[in-house]
C-alpha cells in the first residue's frame, strides 16, 4: 500500500469509531505502538483512542494488561490465546468497546520452526466477542510491523462494520 492509502485506512477506522459512538484501546507487542500512532496521526482522535500499552514483555503482557500468567507458561506470547487475552484485558483495564491484541515475531532474529519470523497473532474484542487472526507476513523487521499494523486496522474496521450491521 501507498503512504496515502494507509492513513486512510487509519482515517476510515476512525470515522467508523466517530460515527459509531464507539471506542478502541490497543495492546501492542511485535508493532510497538504502531497501530495506536497511526490511529493518533487521524485529527479529532482523542474522541475513540482511549489509551495503549505496548507490552512488549511477559510481565508487561502479565501485569498491566491481564494475561494470565498460565497463559504465557502453556502457550507463549506468540500465540492466538495471547493475543486473545491482550484484546480482551486492554479492553477491562482501559474500558473501551473495542480491544486489539497483537503479539508476534518482526524478526529479523526469534523465529523457529514452530513460530517463524513473520508469525502474528491479531485479536480484536468487542461486544460480539473476541476473533484471532493467525497472520504469517514477511519482509524486513519494519515491513512486518507495516503489514501488521495495516491488518490490524483492517480487522477492527470489520468487526466495527459487522457490528453496526
Known amino acids: 500500500m501507498k503512504a496515502q492509502e494507509e492513513d486512510q485506512l487509519a482515517a476510515r477506522l476512525g470515522a467508523s469509531l466517530r460515527a459509531a459512538g464507539k471506542t478502541i484501546a490497543c495492546a501492542e507487542s511485535c508493532t510497538g505502538g504502531l497501530v495506536t500512532s497511526r490511529l493518533t496521526d487521524i485529527p479529532g482522535s482523542s474522541g475513540y483512542v482511549m489509551g495503549s500499552i505496548v507490552s512488549y514483555t511477559n510481565e508487561i503482557k502479565e501485569r498491566l494488561v491481564g494475561v494470565r500468567h498460565a497463559t504465557l507458561a502453556a502457550h507463549g ?89
Do not use: C, W
Open 77 to 165: 506470547a506468540v500465540s492466538p490465546e495471547t493475543a486473545r487475552e491482550m484484546a480482551e484485558g486492554i479492553r477491562r483495564v482501559i474500558r473501551t468497546d473495542l480491544g486489539l491484541g497483537i503479539t508476534g515475531i518482526a524478526g529479523p532474529g526469534g523465529g523457529t520452526a514452530a513460530k517463524p519470523v513473520g508469525l502474528v497473532y491479531i485479536a480484536v474484542s468487542g461486544a460480539r466477542g473476541t476473533r484471532v487472526t493467525e497472520n504469517h507476513f514477511h519482509g524486513t523487521r519494519a515491513e512486518v510491523k507495516r503489514q501488521t499494523s495495516d491488518r490490524a486496522l483492517t480487522l477492527a474496521l470489520d468487526y466495527l462494520t459487522e457490528v453496526q450491521a
